[in-house]
Nanobody, 121 residues
Framework: QVQLVESGGGLVQPGGSLRLSCAAS????????MGWYRQAPGKQRELVAR???????TYADSVKGRFTISRDNAKNTVYLQMNSLKPEDTGVYYC???????????????WGQGTQVTVSS
């Protein structure tokens, strides 16, 4: 099995910064992509940022220039540095990892438990 452990959410004032972390562990052969999604109240879950195994990054237009995604392959960990936060960034942030498992074929999709980010004065 594979486990994802998220950390770093919280309450921050507009213009502030937060850093989210997500560490994957377990029967991991190789990780294909890691990313962050968020879900605001009453809205659908949306992609925030994603990074592939070759380092290619994808960002939602709303966070470009403010958020930076990175990964530490040795630790199977993905980070999301969030700067210049706005109230509309409020939501539950979910880590997503697509990977190959030891002893299994095909890619598997895993989700973290979610961490709350609240941007408010």
């Amino acid at each position: 099995q594979v486990q994802l452990v998220e950390s770093g959410g919280g309450l921050v004032q507009p213009g502030g910064s937060l850093r989210l972390s997500c560490a994957a562990s377990g029967s991991i052969f190789s990780i294909y992509a890691m990313g962050w999604y968020r879900q605001a109240p009453g809205k659908q879950r949306e992609l925030v940022a994603r990074i592939s195994n070759n380092g290619t990054t994808t960002y939602a237009d709303s966070v470009k220039g403010r958020f930076t995604i990175s990964r530490d392959n040795a630790k199977n960990t993905v980070y999301l540095q969030m700067n210049s936060l706005k109230p509309e960034d409020t939501g539950v942030y979910y880590c997503n990892v697509v990977l190959w498992r030891i002893g299994s074929s095909g890619k598997y999709d895993y989700w973290g438990q979610g961490t709350q980010v609240t941007v408010s004065s």
